[in-house]
T-cell receptor, first 111, second 112 residues
Framework: DGGITQSPKYLFRKEGQNVTLSCEQN?????MYWYRQDPGQGLRLIYY???????QKGDIAEGYSVSREKKESFPLTVTSAQKNPTAFYLC??????????FGQGTRLTVV | AQSVTQPDIHITVSEGASLELRCNYS??????LFWYVQSPGQGLQLLLK??????LVQGIKGFEAEFKRSQSSFNLRKPSVHWSDAAEYFC??????????FGAGTRLTVKP
């Protein structure tokens, strides 16, 4: 089955620690996205990538980093510079101007 | 960049009643418009989309939406709401450059 897989579903981070969220797609989509979701704020764009080895900052990129070494993979690292990382993170992909397909999300909590 | 406004944060309707969720967008050219639904703790599922052509589009689960260029709106409607429709609904606009923006969402509660 084609789709987007995010892992883990739940992730706990200690203060000052970097953590990496995984996103893999087998839809052969060119573009991939990372969104952050907080209650009442909808989805805010962190980073997006239109092709391999290229990515652009979204509206809230500070404290996050990404890589796009393979078409199928777009991991997101939440660094210690992100002061309020507790949120629900969603990965998506699309092809051209088509609709975005979403993963099931990762809930990150700072402990 | 394009933007989306969903004026209603929370709407409550009775089961069997009609539903309209509002969405206004800002974009200089013809937008690509989408409605998604999200159940708690889950990803987003596409309900319907508008790219061009007929301004009234039909989607899954009995939903429809109408694109009105003059009002910069893309409101979502359903004639009769079911309890299983309770969820959060997001409107989104794409600009054709792989930059898709979402509204803040509208949470729908369905009363028995």
């Amino acid at each position: 089955d084609g789709g987007i897989t995010q892992s883990p579903k739940y992730l706990f981070r200690k203060e000052g620690q970097n953590v990496t969220l995984s996103c893999e797609q087998n839809l052969n989509h060119d573009a991939m996205y990372w969104y952050r979701q907080d209650p009442g704020q909808g989805l805010r764009l962190i980073y997006y990538s239109q092709i391999v080895n290229d990515f652009q900052k979204g509206d809230i990129a500070e404290g996050y980093s990404v890589s796009r070494e393979k078409k199928e993979s777009f991991p997101l690292t939440v660094t210690s510079a992100q002061k309020n990382p507790t949120a629900f993170y969603l990965c998506a992909s699309n092809l051209g101007v088509s609709e975005a397909f979403f993963g099931q999300g990762t809930r990150l909590t700072v402990v | 960049a394009q933007s989306v406004t969903q004026p209603d944060i929370h709407i409550t309707v009775s089961e069997g009643a009609s539903l309209e969720l509002r969405c206004n967008y800002s974009y200089g050219a013809t937008p690509y418009l989408f409605w998604y639904v999200q159940s708690p703790g889950q990803g987003l599922q596409l309900l319907l989309k508008y790219f061009s052509g007929d301004t009234l589009v039909q989607g899954i689960k009995g939903f429809e939406a109408e694109f009105k260029r003059s009002q910069s709106s893309f409101n979502l409607r359903k004639p009769s709401v079911h309890w299983s429709d309770a969820a959060e609904y997001f409107c989104a606009v794409g600009a054709g450059n792989n930059d898709m923006r979402f509204g803040a969402g509208t949470r729908l509660t369905v009363k028995p």
